[in-house]
């Protein structure tokens, strides 16, 4: 974007400061219409955004000179457009075959054959003793598997127990394991590096409980390095491969424990539900395509209105997981202050992306939300049947939704400000026709073509993650200084080293 699109976003702000959100609506005839999109199980309503129908279409005009349509050709050809480690972007080609591009089909008929590889590893720990599965993973190589495992599987445990290792704390590794039996336990090792420090030592920790390598997996795009490090067999090895980013790979084999605790079916039909969502992200005209509504939208949030946080409220306790998903989606790949050439974007990139599951938290943070000094936009995320037999929950859990959003939205006058709800605080309502494998599907891709619809106007790479960089070079130093084989330099970390005791 550049910085005359930007300040004639910010006017078109200006001149509706002192518009309220009821009065949006009232102004303008068919905005509901306008702001609402069906895409197969998901429907969103974006028409409690604070941006009217001008607004709007110089959104659209941006989006129209920056050819998003263009853009999301590139994406699914598997151009490089990962320019800053020179590498092709293609998680799209892992669930579904829209490119004719052969770096795209190499990519989709690799991927099924990998699949199926993982189909029959399955199918084989189906027929062994073993009840129990851990998966030991970090970042992408953990939390997409985690949330959609958490989130699809059912009431009562299925034919595998799945259970997740992340943070390099010992803690979470005994408590993972204590309750187990060894005898009973298989666990996949995911990393498409290999040379990340949580997952090399609580590898080890999970390989040394187990007694050996027999019954250890790996899933990595440097299987070589896996299969060494923990003497696994190459046939107990899965690739994934350099163009798959970490936080867009839980459709590869880093799956794994996600097919394992739905069944390799369901999984499938999670792929399908992402693939059907692609076409639409590739396909739909701009002012119908609700990656571009939901992308723009939150261009307009952070550059016109500068609201500096997003919170996603899930009203399904079986998404609790989401927005610590959403955080390294979004935060990970948008989190950038220069473009791609290098040079220093213009205005903010991403804001803080945050959130919980409602109702729970209605009763925590809610209180800002509605009477703060900050204003936050939220992705409010509903499921329109429930599966659990409680309808009079869930028409409760759905009137909360409705309720909350109503009121961020209109407040609420009093003469007593204590007891005054100021109102115009934005939110879109998001609802997936019932949790399935396919919604849950679309859902996610849905958020994977806004962010990188946010990143095509931003000019910024969505896909490379060097901020994470640092802080883990700066451990490596100070590990030998807190084991006292060297010392810190910096003299507040010497101090904290002190008082460590050591
Ligand atoms: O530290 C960030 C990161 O590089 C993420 O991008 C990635 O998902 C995570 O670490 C784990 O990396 P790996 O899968 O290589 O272990």
Known sequence: MTASALSSLQS????????????????????????????????????????DAQAWDALLELGRGLDLGAAFRRLFDGEKINSTEGRSVLHTALRGNLSQAAVAQEAHRTAAEVRQRMGALIQALETSEVTDIVSVGIGGSDLGPRLVADALRGPLPGRF????????????????????????????????TFGTQETLLNGAIVRDWLGGSER???????????????????????????????????????????????????????????????????????????AVHH???????????????????????????????????????????????GSPVDGDTVPVWWGGAGTDVQHSFFQALHQGTGIVPADFIGTVHNDDPYTDNHDALLSNLLAQTEALANGQGSEDPHRAYPGGRPSTTILLDALTPQSLGALLAMYEHSVYVQSVVWGINAFDQFGVELGKQVANTLLPALRGQSRAEDPVTAELIRRLGR
């Open 216 to 290: 250890i997996y790996a899933v990595s795009a440097n299987p070589g390095r896996a299969a060494a490090a923990f003497d696994i067999a190459p046939e107990r090895v899965l690739p994934m491969w350099d163009w798959v980013g970490g936080r867009y790979s839980l459709w590869s084999a880093v799956g794994f424990p996600i097919a394992l605790a739905i069944g390799f079916d369901r999984f499938c039909q999670l792929l399908e539900g992402a693939a059907e969502f692609d076409r639409h992200a590739l396909e739909a005209p701009l002012e119908s395509n609700l």
């Open 295 to 341: 992308g723009l939208t939150a261009v307009w949030n952070r550059n016109a209105l500068g609201l500096a946080s997003q919170a996603v409220m899930t009203y399904d306790q079986r998404l609790a997981l989401l927005p610590a998903y959403l955080q390294q989606l979004v935060m990970e790949s948008l989190g950038k202050r220069v473009k791609v050439d």
């Open 161 to 192: 127990r799945v259970h997740f290792i992340s943070n390099v704390d010992g803690a979470a590794a005994q408590r993972v394991l204590a309750p187990l039996d060894p005898r009973r336990t298989a666990a996949i090792l995911i990393s498409k």
């Open 12 to 51: 078109h702000a200006s001149r509706l400061s002192g518009a309220s959100i009821a009065q949006l609506l009232k102004d303008e005839p068919g905005r509901i219409e306008r702001h609402s999109l069906k895409v197969g199980p998901l429907y969103a309503n974006f028409a409690r955004q604070r941006y």
